[in-house]
Every structure is written in C-alpha cells, then in structure tokens.
C-alpha cells in the first residue's frame, strides 16, 4: 500500500506563484512515473505535467512555460512549481503515481488533492 500527500495549495492572486508537493510512502520496490492533475468544477480530470523515473517531462498546453515538474528520488517526493498563475488555473490539484512491487507488479496511486485558488 502506498499513501500520497499533497501540500502547498492556497490562495493567490493572478500572477502569483505556488509550489505543490507530494511525497509518497509505503512499501513498493520503485516509483516510475509521477504525475499531477487538476479538475476544475464542471470539468473533467486533466493532466497538467508528468514526469518519469529517469526524469522526462511532459507538459499540458495550458501551463507549458509557467509550471515546472521535478522530483526527489531519495525522498520520493515530485513537486509542481506554478508561477505567472491565472483565474484558470483554478482547481483541485491531485499528484498520482505509478509504483512497481517486489512482484513486479504495477499499480497505480492517487493523493487526495488540493486546492489551487487564483483571483483576479
């Protein structure tokens, strides 16, 4: 079992900066790819930005420019860098990530999301 927390959502006006983190825990013999999404209200689930064990990024359209994916291995950690932040921008965050056990088996995590807020 694998647990993910989420931090660093709030409230910011437009231009403004946040940093998501997620750190991982729990019993998996690797991590492969981290990701985050969002979902607006009204709106389906999102992909923002992905990146995989070897360090490969992929952004969203949306963000490519403004946000920046990264991760610490040693702390199982994967970060969401958002700066120039827009109304749109608004939404529930949630990091998700894919983990390998011992039986080389894959299985898939999701954090319990947090919220991202920006006014005009």
């Known amino acids: 079992q694998v647990q993910l927390v989420e931090s660093g959502g709030g409230l910011v006006q437009a231009g403004g900066s946040l940093r998501l983190s997620c750190a991982a825990s729990?019993?998996?013999?690797?991590?492969?790819?981290m990701d985050w999404h969002r979902q607006a209200p009204g709106k389906q689930r999102e992909l923002v930005a992905g990146?995989?064990?070897?360090?490969?990024?992929k952004y969203a359209d949306s963000v490519e420019g403004r946000f920046t994916i990264s991760r610490d291995n040693a702390k199982n950690t994967v970060y969401l860098q958002m700066n120039s932040l827009k109304p749109e921008d608004t939404a529930v965050y949630y990091c998700s990530t894919e983990v390998t056990d011992s039986g080389g088996y894959s299985w898939l995590y999701w954090g319990q999301g947090t919220q991202v807020t920006v006014s005009s």
């Open positions: 729990g019993t998996f013999f690797s991590i492969n790819r």
């Open positions: 990146i995989t064990s070897g360090g490969r990024t």
